[in-house]
Nanobody, 117 residues
Framework: QVQLVESGGGLVQPGGSLRLSCTGSGISFSIYTMGWYRQAPGKQRDLVAAITSGGSTNYADSVQGQFTISRDNAKNTVYLQMNSLKPEDTAVYYC???????????WGRGTQVTVSS
């Protein structure tokens, strides 16, 4: 019954911005570390950004200073603000929820982000 549902993807021109959202249900959202991963065609799925239950953040070197992850526990939602988008940011972006005390790991189905002129 666990669901992570992403939204906000689409086509954007280089230099533009998008804000992705992921809303969780069926989990105690506030205790999970939430993350965004991305996977381009022919590439592995890599971490983009993560935020812990305490609010600590971690970013891939490639997006440091460009993307911002945040969460609103009252809305069971995690966000990824993506600015100054480049063609190399094109990928399917996946929402992830992880718990380490008792290991749990859940994935959304992904949302396509395409950066092209």
């Amino acid at each position: 019954q666990v669901q992570l549902v992403e939204s906000g993807g689409g086509l954007v021109q280089p230099g533009g911005s998008l804000r992705l959202s992921c809303t969780g249900s069926g989990i105690s959202f506030s205790i999970y570390t939430m993350g965004w991963y991305r996977q381009a065609p022919g590439k592995q799925r890599d971490l983009v950004a993560a935020i812990t239950s305490g609010g600590s953040t971690n970013y891939a070197d490639s997006v440091q200073g460009q993307f911002t992850i945040s969460r609103d526990n009252a809305k069971n939602t995690v966000y990824l603000q993506m600015n100054s988008l480049k063609p190399e940011d094109t990928a399917v972006y996946y929402c992830n929820a992880r718990r380490t005390t008792v290991y749990r790991n859940y994935w959304g189905r992904g949302t396509q982000v395409t950066v092209s002129s």
